[in-house]
C-alpha cells in the first residue's frame, strides 16, 4: 500500500492510467481517440451518437383521483405530482400536492424514491405532461458526440474526442 501512495505522489498520472483491453499498453483518462486508437489499435465495433447535455429539470404528472364530496357523489380530480433531477438525471425532490416525500407509488404500484434515474420514473409513471428544462447557457441546446470503442467485451467511452470511461 504504501508503494502506491509513493508511486501515487511521485507519479499522479499513473494513478488514472490503465491497460489498452487488448493488449498490455497504457492508457489514461483524457487520451484523444487517436492516442487510444495508437496504443490499443481499431476496435471490434465503434459507434458515435449525439447526446443531449443533461440539465436540471422538473418533471410534471396529474395523476387521475377520484374523492367522495358527500355520500351520494364522487368526483374526479387529480394530484399534481412533480419530481425535479439533477444535472445527473437523479431524483432530487419528489412532492404530491405540494407536500414533499421520500418515496411514493402514486404512479403505479412500482416505488419511485428519492435518487431514482429517469428511466427509472419514467418506467413507473410514464412519460411525464411537463418537463421543465433549465436553459444552457447560451441560446442554442448543448450536445455532445459521445464515441464508444468495443474491444471484445470491454467499452471504452469518449465525450467529444476525450476518453471518459472504461
Known amino acids: 500500500m504504501r508503494m502506491f501512495a509513493i508511486v501515487a505522489i511521485f507519479f499522479p498520472c499513473a494513478a488514472f492510467a490503465f491497460f489498452c483491453p487488448n493488449n498490455f499498453s497504457q492508457i489514461n483518462m483524457g487520451d484523444t481517440i487517436d492516442q487510444v486508437t495508437s496504443a490499443c489499435g481499431k476496435p471490434d465495433k465503434e459507434e458515435t451518437k449525439d447526446v443531449e447535455a443533461r440539465m436540471p429539470q422538473e418533471w410534471s404528472y396529474y395523476i387521475p383521483q377520484t374523492v367522495s364530496s358527500d355520500s351520494l357523489q364522487q368526483q374526479s380530480g387529480t394530484l399534481k405530482t412533480t ?84
Open 83 to 166: 419530481i425535479s433531477f439533477d444535472k445527473d438525471g437523479k431524483a432530487i425532490n419528489i412532492s404530491v400536492n405540494g407536500i414533499g416525500v421520500g418515496s411514493t407509488t402514486i404512479c403505479s404500484n412500482q416505488t419511485v424514491q428519492l435518487g431514482s434515474t429517469m428511466e427509472q420514473i419514467k418506467d413507473a409513471c410514464g412519460k411525464p405532461s411537463f418537463i421543465n428544462k433549465q436553459q444552457p447557457e447560451g441560446t442554442e441546446s448543448k450536445k455532445s458526440k459521445v464515441t464508444t470503442f468495443t474491444y471484445g467485451d470491454k467499452t471504452l467511452t469518449f465525450t467529444n474526442g476525450v476518453l471518459t470511461e472504461r
